[in-house]
């Protein structure tokens, strides 16, 4: 895989919290790689793209606040001046500038970092390679060990699926309770609609284009559950 530093290319439409997708430096340690070895060279990587090169100027990002008890080195980290914070409290990461390291993302921490509007980049240090995936597929990061997830390019070609999630993204954007399960749920019926009108779409592509056009972390969450359940993969 290309390893690009770079931002990503932008979609056609959408992403981003204004509709566009931030432009920013991705990249990610994937199993079997541990988080525990993965965590100096995520940080080196960080460190690499802030100009400061300062402790303060690196966040840390974990899907709740139980990943950080009891994690020694995550304390020790936070002592030296990195902010750590929870996906479910973001708290001070959402005016970060600095790199942040999604730490054992699952796919919730992951669309909430991606709704973090100022952070420069972000590195995913996977516990679970299944969650990192579609992330993967949505950015391209770049690849710094562990196996090599191939993205899929290009993500989700169907020209009729496309043009109604951007569609989607544009009712959960603007309308109030962005997140709203029942929203989601319509979103999911559209779908099998299309699905049964012959387009071609896996759940995981799904996912990975909401990731890209940046919809809330609850609505990514509730987009994952149904759309596994509407549409599994065929067995292999």
């Not at 290309?2 to 959408?14: D, E």
């Not at 970092?113 to 516990?127: H, S, Y």
């Not at 009108?197 to 759940?203: K, L």
Request: include cysteine; proline fraction near 8%.
């Amino acid at each position: 895989m290309a390893t690009n530093t770079l931002s990503w290319k932008r979609p056609a439409a959408g992403g981003g919290v204004d509709g566009v997708a931030f432009e920013r430096a991705r990249a990610y340690i994937a199993g079997p790689v541990t988080p525990e070895d993965g965590l100096m060279p995520a940080l080196k990587w960080a460190f690499q793209h802030h100009p400061e090169g300062r402790w303060e100027r690196i966040g840390i990002l974990v899907p709740g606040q139980e990943e950080v008890r009891g994690h020694r080195e995550l304390h020790r980290l936070r002592a030296r001046g990195v902010t750590v914070e929870a996906a479910t409290e973001p708290g001070a990461l959402t005016g970060f500038t600095g790199p942040v390291i999604a730490y054992c993302p699952d796919l919730h921490a992951l669309a909430v970092a991606e709704r973090l509007p100022i952070t420069c980049g972000i590195v995913a240090v996977a516990a679970d390679n299944a969650a990192l995936r579609p992330w993967v597929h949505a950015f391209i990061p770049q690849h710094l060990a562990g196996h090599v997830l191939t993205p899929v390019q290009p993500l989700l070609p169907d020209a009729t699926v496309r043009r109604a999630m951007v569609y989607f993204t544009h009712r959960l954007t603007t309308m109030s309770l962005a997140d709203d399960h029942s929203r989601v749920e319509g979103i999911v019926k559209g779908l099998r609609q299309l699905r049964a009108q012959g387009a071609v779409f896996t759940a995981e592509e799904l996912i990975g284009l909401a990731l890209q056009l940046n919809w809330p972390a609850g609505a990514v969450d509730r987009l994952q559950q149904l759309t596994t359940e509407s549409f599994p993969e065929p067995a292999a």
